[in-house]
C-alpha cells in the first residue's frame, strides 16, 4: 500500500488545526486529522492515514489505531459511495427501523455492514443518532433523512442509485421537529 | 507530610502517596489489578475500592492521592460490596477454565476471587468470546481470560518502549491487541506474563508443562549478561521448569530480559554428562574421571608449565576462575585470561572496567552519551533503567556509533571515532551541552574496548570524563558495559596475562606453534578455535559448543543452574547464585574439578570446601566478603596515548537471542531468531 498523503488543500486545513493546540499537546489533534483524512479518502480511514497522521503527531501507531477503533464513526474498512446508518435505537426501532434495513435487503441486497457490488451503498446499524422525535433516522453520509417509512426510504434509494438529488430532513416537510401540518401541539390547550 | 488514618491506624506518609501505597505501609492488603508499582496508575479494575471519609461513594484507592485528616476504611459493608460487585463484574466474561489454565495457583483472579468475591454469578447468558492473538515465540495468548487490566499495553509503552500493544475497541469489544498481528520487538516481552494479573498472557515454552505448586524455588543470579539480574529458578526434581525474576530495585527492579528467562531450555540440550578423552581415531570417546585425569597429567608431563595457557568463558563463577588461577600459578604459566573478546581493559584501575554510576544511580542522571554501545541488547535492563529517567526526567541521550532504535531518542552524533577527539578539544557541537550537564555519564560499550585502539578509546573517555566533570565528589559517570557474567570477577581475581604471559590473541596465535601445547579452556566458546587445533586442548565445560569441538579432554562443568557460585556484575557487586539442580550425569562444580585435577598433578589446591574456596577468593580480592554490596572505585588514570582509528564502531552483540553456549542451544531462542529478529530486518 502506498502511503497516505493529505491533500494540498488539506495540508492547509491541517496546518490550521494544529495551531488549536499547544505545539507540546498536539496529539490532541488526532480526532479532527482522523475527520478529515476520512473525509479525504471517500469515507474510510486507511491503516496508512493513521501511520501518516500518528507520525505526524509523534504517537505510536497503535495509540492512533486505539482511538480509530473506539470510535465507531471512524470506518476501517471502505464503504460506498452513499454509507446507510440506520438508527436502530429503541425509538427509531419502534417507528420502523427494523423495515428500512429490510427495504435495504430487498432492494440493494445488503445486510448490515455490507456494501453493494457497484459499490454504492453500504448498510450499518447505527446506535441513536438524536433524532428520536423524527424517528425512524437514516444518516446517509453527512446528512440525516427523517420520518420515512418503507416507501420514502426505496425512493430515496432510487433516487440516489439514478444521481438524483434527494433532500435532506423529514420526508413529511417537517421543519426540524415541529410538529407535522399546522400549528398543533402535543398538548393543545382546551383540549 | 499528612498523617491519615487507615482502618483506626494512624501513619504518617509522604505527600505523594496514594491510598493504596499508605495501607500496603500500615500493612493493610488491598487488592488489585491494574495497579503494578512500577507502572503508571490506570485505576480501570475497580478491585481497590475503599471508603474514605466525607465521601459518598467508594473510592479507587490506587488513584487517589492522601491528604491530612483522611479517614479510609479498607473492611466495611460496603467495602466489601463494592468488591464483591467488581468480582462479579470482572467474572461475568472470564472463562472458569481454571483447571486447564497455566496461571492456576498463581492467578491474582483466583485468589482475589477466593478472598473478596461472592460465590455464585447472577449472568446466565453467554460469554464473550476474544480470539487469541499472535504475540510471537514467548508468549502465549487465551484472550478470553484477559480482564482488560492493559497491565501489559503501559509495560510495552512504558517500560519496553516499544509502544506495540494496545486496548483496540470499546465496550464489549475492547480487546488487548496488537495492530496488526505481528510478534512483539522487545527483549523485556516475558515480563508481561509475570505482570498479567490472569492467564491471557502465559508463557510459551512452560505452556502445560506443570503446576506452579509443584516447584521447587531457588533465588539465584542470572549470568546471560554483565547486569546480574536477580532470579529465581523453578525446577520440578531435576529439570529447571521456568525462570521467574526476583526484586532487587538496585539491578533489575523487577524485571529480566527474554534471553535470560527463556534461555533454560538449552540447558537440556547438547550438555556435557561424562569425561571425554579425543582418540587416535579422532573422535571423542566417553571415558572415566581417572582416564581423562591421567591424560592431561600425561600431556602435561611433556610440557613445560609456561607453555600452558587458560582462557575462562563468559559464564564462570569467580570460585572456578581462582581455582583455575592457582593451578595455572602453580603450574608456572603466566598465560592466562578471561577477555575472550579481546578488549583493551582489566590492567587498569578498578573504575576503568566498572559500570561506576551504578545501575540504580542512571536514575541520577541528566545526560547520557553513548559510545559504541547498544543497551537494548548488551544489558536490557541497564536499557530499562535509561528509559525510566528519560521517562521521568527526559533525560538526553547521545550516541557515538551505530544507529540501533533503542526505545527512547537518542541524538546520533554519528559512527565515526573521531568524534572524541573533537570533544576532548571542546570542538564539537555536543560540548555546550555537556558542560551544561550536572550529572553527565557515559556508557563505553565493548564494541569500542575490543578494536585495536581500545585503549586509546579508553584514555580519551576519560579524558572527556575529566573535561566535562563526569567524575564528581559524589558522582561517577564513567561507566564500562560489560558483556560477560564472569568478566568483573575475572578482573578482579586477576585472572589476567602474567609477567610475559600472553593474551586472547597471542595465545591463540601461537598455539600449537611456538610455546604454547595446552590449551586450557574453562567454558570457553566465543573465541576463533580454528588455530587451537594443533593444541592440546582441555574443555572444561557444560555444553558440547564451539569449544569441546576442539578438545582433547573434555571434562563435564555445570551450568550456573547446577552450581553455588558468585558473580560479579558490570557494577561490581558480588552476587551469589545458588545450585537449583543436579548437574546431569557425571558432571562436577566446576571448582571441584581444578581441584581433583590439581591432586591428579601432584599440586594440591589448598582448599577442599565451599568454604575454604570463598576464603581463598577473599584472599585473592577483600571485595569477595560482602556479598551484595558495592564498593565504589577510586578514580585513577588509565588507557593509553595513541590516535584514534577512523573505522568506524560496531557493537559487541549481532544477535541479542544467541550469545553464549547455552543460548546457542535453545529452541526458544533459535524461534525468537527466527520470527523476532527477521521481522526487525523486514522493517528496516
Not at chain 2, 582462557?311 to 576462575?321: F, K, R, T
Not at chain 2, 583493551?344 to 584501575?349: A, D, K, S, T
Not at chain 2, 546457542?664 to 524461534?671: C, D, F, G, L, Y
Given at each position: ?191 | ?304 608449565g609456561n607453555?600452558v595457557?587458560a ?11 581462582v581455582a583455575l588461577k592457582d593451578l595455572m600459578t602453580s603450574l608456572g604459566s603466566p598465560?592466562l ?157 586477576g585472572f589476567?596475562?602474567g609477567?610475559?604471559g ?96 590439581s591432586?591428579?598433578?601432584?599440586l594440591?589446591l ?14 585473592v ?64
Open positions: 500500500m502506498t502511503a497516505f498523503k493529505f491533500s494540498k488543500e488539506n495540508v492547509a486545513r491541517v496546518k490550521e488545526i494544529l495551531t488549536h493546540y499547544p505545539s507540546d499537546r498536539k496529539a490532541s489533534a488526532i480526532l479532527p486529522l482522523f475527520e478529515l483524512a476520512q473525509r479525504q479518502c471517500g469515507g474510510w480511514l486507511p491503516m496508512e492515514a493513521i501511520k501518516t497522521i500518528t507520525e505526524m503527531l509523534g504517537v505510536s501507531v497503535i495509540r492512533g489505531y486505539e482511538v480509530a477503533t473506539f470510535y465507531t464513526m471512524f470506518n476501517l474498512k471502505p464503504v460506498g459511495k452513499y454509507h446507510l446508518q440506520v438508527c436502530g435505537t429503541i425509538p427509531c426501532m419502534l417507528r420502523g427501523s427494523e423495515q428500512l434495513k429490510r427495504v435495504c435487503k430487498r432492494h440493494l441486497g445488503i445486510e448490515n455492514k455490507e456494501t453493494t457490488k457497484d459499490g454504492l451503498f453500504t448498510l450499518s446499524e447505527v446506535e441513536c443518532l438524536g433524532a428520536c422525535t423524527n424517528a425512524p433516522v437514516v444518516q446517509i453520509n453527512d446528512v440525516y433523512y427523517e420520518d420515512l417509512d418503507e416507501k420514502s426510504f426505496l425512493q430515496i434509494l432510487k433516487d440516489l442509485e439514478a444521481g438524483r438529488e434527494v433532500k435532506p430532513g423529514s420526508v413529511l416537510g417537517r421543519q426540524g421537529s415541529a410538529p407535522y401540518k399546522g400549528k398543533r401541539r402535543a398538548h393543545a390547550k382546551g383540549k | 507530610m499528612p498523617k491519615i488514618v487507615i482502618d483506626d491506624k494512624e501513619i504518617e506518609v509522604p505527600e505523594d502517596m496514594t491510598v493504596l501505597q499508605a495501607a500496603e505501609e500500615a500493612g493493610i492488603e488491598i487488592p488489585v489489578f491494574c495497579y503494578h508499582p512500577k507502572l503508571s496508575i490506570a485505576g480501570n479494575c475497580r478491585m481497590c475500592l475503599v471508603e474514605v471519609n466525607n465521601s459518598p461513594k467508594p473510592v479507587a484507592s490506587c488513584a487517589m492521592p492522601v491528604c491530612e485528616g483522611m479517614v479510609v476504611h479498607t473492611n466495611t459493608p460496603m467495602v466489601e460490596k463494592a468488591r464483591k460487585g467488581v468480582l462479579e463484574f470482572l467474572l461475568i466474561n472470564h472463562p472458569l477454565d481454571c483447571p486447564i489454565c497455566d496461571q492456576g495457583g498463581e492467578c491474582d483472579l483466583q485468589d482475589i476471587t477466593m478472598a473478596y468475591g461472592g460465590d455464585i454469578s447472577r449472568f446466565d447468558l453467554n460469554k464473550r468470546a476474544v480470539p487469541d492473538k499472535e504475540f510471537g515465540p514467548l508468549i502465549e495468548t487465551a484472550m478470553n481470560r484477559c480482564i482488560q487490566c492493559t497491565r501489559c499495553v503501559r509495560f510495552s509503552s512504558e517500560i519496553a518502549g516499544i509502544p506495540e500493544i494496545g486496548a483496540t475497541g470499546r465496550g464489549e469489544n475492547m480487546e488487548i491487541s496488537t495492530y496488526i498481528q505481528r510478534t512483539i520487538t522487545s527483549e523485556l516481552s516475558g515480563n508481561m506474563i509475570d505482570i498479567c494479573p490472569v492467564g491471557a498472557l502465559t508463557s510459551k515454552p512452560y505452556n502445560f508443562k506443570g503446576r506452579s505448586w509443584e516447584l521447587s524455588h531457588t533465588p539465584s543470579v542470572d549470568v546471560f549478561d554483565a547486569v546480574g539480574c536477580a532470579i529465581r529458578i523453578d525446577t520440578r526434581g531435576r529439570e529447571v521448569m521456568r525462570i521467574l525474576p526476583r526484586q532487587n530495585d538496585e539491578v533489575n527492579e523487577t524485571w529480566i530480559s527474554d534471553k535470560s528467562r527463556f534461555a533454560y531450555d538449552g540447558l537440556k540440550y547438547q550438555r556435557l554428562d561424562r569425561p571425554y578423552v579425543r582418540g587416535e581415531d579422532g573422535y571423542l570417546h566417553p571415558v572415566t574421571w581417572e582416564e581423562a585425569f591421567s591424560r592431561i597429567a600425561d600431556k602435561l608431563q611433556q610440557v613445560r607453555h595457557a582462557i575462562v568463558g563468559d559464564m564462570v563463577d569467580a570460585e572456578a576462575i598465560h585470561d578471561c577477555r575472550q573478546d579481546s578488549p583493551c581493559l582489566g590492567e587498569g584501575p578498578r573504575c576503568s572496567y566498572l559500570f561506576n554510576t551504578t545501575i540504580a544511580g542512571i536514575e541520577d542522571a541528566d545526560f547520557c552519551l553513548l559510545i559504541a554501545a547498544n543497551p537494548r541488547w548488551e544489558a536490557p535492563l541497564i536499557n530499562a533503567r535509561i528509559r525510566k529517567n528519560y521517562l521521568a526526567n527526559a533525560l538526553r541521550v547521545t550516541s557515538i556509533g551505530p544507529s540501533h532504535p533503542l526505545g527512547y531518542p537518542v541524538k546520533e552524533l554519528g559512527n565515526d571515532p573521531l568524534i572524541l577527539d573533537q570533544i576532548v578539544k571542546g570542538k564539537h557541537r555536543i560540548c555546550s551541552s555537556l558542560r551544561a550537564a550536572k550529572r553527565p555519564m557515559m556508557i563505553l560499550g565493548q564494541g569500542a574496548l575490543r578494536r585495536k585502539d581500545g585503549g586509546v578509546i579508553l584514555k580519551r573517555a576519560q579524558q572527556i570524563a575529566d573535561t566535562y566533570g563526569f567524575v564528581q565528589r559524589t558522582w561517577n559517570g564513567f561507566n564500562v558495559l560489560q558483556t560477560a557474567a564472569s568478566r568483573v570477577a575475572g578482573f578482579d581475581l589476567l596475562p609477567r610475559k600472553y593474551g586472547v590473541k597471542e595465545i591463540l596465535k601461537r598455539a600449537g606453534k611456538k610455546n604454547i601445547e595446552v590449551v586450557y579452556l574453562l567454558g570457553a566458546d566465543e573465541i576463533d578455535m580454528k588455530p587451537l587445533d594443533k593444541a592440546f586442548v582441555i574443555y572444561q565445560g557444560h555444553h558440547g559448543d564451539r569449544g569441546a569441538s576442539v578438545a582433547d579432554v573434555v571434562l563435564p562443568g555445570c551450568a550456573y543452574t547446577e552450581k553455588d557460585g558468585l558473580y560479579v556484575n558490570t557494577e561490581g557487586r558480588v552476587q551469589k547464585g545458588l545450585k537449583a539442580t543436579p548437574p546431569p550425569g557425571e558432571a562436577k562444580e566446576d571448582w571441584k574439578i581444578l581441584k581433583a585435577l591432586d591428579k598433578l601432584g594440591a589448598p582448599y577442599r570446601t565451599p568454604a575454604e574456596i570463598r576464603a581463598r577468593l577473599v584472599e580480592n577483600p571485595l569477595f566478603d560482602e556479598v551484595d554490596c558495592l564498593q565504589p572505585a577510586r578514580w585513577e588514570p588509565f588507557g593509553e596515548d595513541g590516535k584514534l582509528d577512523p573505522e568506524p564502531f560496531e557493537f559487541a552483540i549481532q544477535n541479542f537471542y544467541m550469545t553464549d553456549s547455552i543460548s546457542r542451544h535453545s529452541i526458544t531462542m533459535a524461534k525468537c531468531v527466527q520470527q523476532i529478529l527477521s521481522q526487525e530486518k523486514e522493517n528496516d
